[in-house]
């Protein structure tokens, strides 16, 4: 979580420099407009995800003492890590709608982090979480329905 957290604020800095300060893209309004949309889309999935889930953290834990169980429900039927998908909207539509390129090249590497996070989660969960492996098993998809 350090990494992504030091990433996402330069990220958020990059943006700044890039669209405000020294103008070095030039990003069309439709393109902007359609940042705008992408970070709508994430919201919602997001709030999907929390009406869904109320188990869903920021740190990976089993909450043993609420009954935590697997959730397979809302955007969980579709794919195993949907608030991060949620995320992957927001990662590459707040560059846009800000204006900055070099934030949407960033994005490719939140994308990533948010990847390998959501392997490392995995592990926790089959191995903590009774029925996890089950649900792996028929939710083939990590973040995006019919690709990873």
């Known amino acids: 979580m350090l990494l992504v957290m030091a990433v996402w604020f330069s990220w958020l800095v990059l943006m700044g420099f890039d669209a405000v300060r020294f103008h070095w893209s030039e990003v069309p309004l439709w393109v902007q407009a359609l940042g705008l949309l992408s970070i709508g889309v994430g919201c919602f999935v997001v709030f999907l995800v929390f009406r869904a889930n109320s188990y869903a953290s920021p740190v990976v834990r089993i909450q ?5 169980a697997v959730v397979t429900t809302g955007p969980y039927a ?3 890590h949907p608030m991060y998908a949620g995320g992957l909207f927001i990662f590459f539509g707040a560059p846009l709608l800000l204006g900055s390129w070099w934030g949407l090249a960033v994005s490719a590497a939140l994308s990533v982090l948010v990847g390998f996070r959501a392997v490392l989660e995995e592990r926790t969960l089959v191995n903590e979480l009774e029925g996890y492996a089950a649900y792996a098993g ?3 998809y990590r973040l995006v329905p019919y690709l990873w």
Do not use: F, P, T
């Open 64 to 68: 043993r003492e609420r009954g935590h």
């Open 78 to 80: 579709y794919v195993r």
């Open 138 to 140: 028929r939710v083939r």
